[in-house]
T-cell receptor, first 110, second 116 residues
């Protein structure tokens, strides 16, 4: 079966750090993506992890532990524009099909 | 290239009518995906094309749904005899199998369907 879990909502303060967790159980695994989606807009790519460890890209970092079926997205120096939904997605099989979690809605407050 | 485009952006239809959506992928991308997203949920995979071949279909895709990619470029998704449960955002994404980072999918803006 396919199961991807992430918190539904999170709230953080401008300038702070927030960590969004994602756990997964999937029948195939070829990597894990994080996407950002603002309301009414298309998802946009943030990160891709296929090996264990931390990938850092500016204010955003993503971590993967394949043995634990666990990933997190770390957002530093939060800005108001970071208020959005963050989608965790597992790359399943050879077709490139993405299996998404339900998304975590992050609200950044002043 | 300006990215993945979808048309129309919004569609309101009455139950029982047929609708067709179009997706134009990034020109050099040979892989094309359709997803459906309802409010408060992540996108759900519907179907996948590599060039003009439809290689995978989700069980979510009932026989009322059909997708084509006739020349390996643009794709259409048709829903026949629409039902209220079909109301959702329909997202198209494309990627290339020839790049090192070939798994990154680029999403279009989506077509929001409302069935009344």
């Amino acid at each position: 079966g396919q199961n991807i879990d992430q918190p539904t909502e999170m709230t953080a303060t401008e300038g702070a750090i927030v960590q969004i967790n994602c756990t997964y159980q999937t029948s195939g695994f070829n990597g894990l993506f994080w996407y950002q989606q603002h309301a009414g807009e298309a998802p946009t790519f943030l990160s891709y992890n296929v090996l264990d460890g931390l990938e850092e890209k500016g204010r955003f970092s993503s971590f993967l532990s394949r043995s634990k079926g666990y990933s997190y997205l770390l957002l530093k120096e939060l800005q108001m524009k970071d208020s959005a939904s963050y989608l965790c997605a597992v790359l399943s099989g050879n077709t490139g099909k993405l299996i998404f979690g339900q998304g975590t809605t992050l609200q950044v407050k002043p | 290239d300006t990215g993945v485009s979808q048309d129309p952006r919004h569609k309101i239809t009455k139950r029982g009518q047929n609708v067709t959506f179009r997706c134009d992928p990034i020109s050099e991308h040979n892989r094309l995906y359709w997803y459906r997203q309802t409010l408060g949920q992540g996108p759900e995979f519907l179907t996948y094309f590599q060039n003009e071949a439809q290689l995978e279909k989700s069980r979510l895709l009932s026989d009322r749904f059909s997708a084509e990619r006739p020349k390996g470029s643009f794709s259409t998704l048709e829903i026949q005899r629409t039902e209220q449960g079909d109301s959702a955002m329909y997202l198209c994404a494309s990627s290339s199998s020839s790049d090192i980072a070939s798994y990154e999918q680029y999403f279009g803006p989506g077509t929001r369907l409302t069935v009344t």
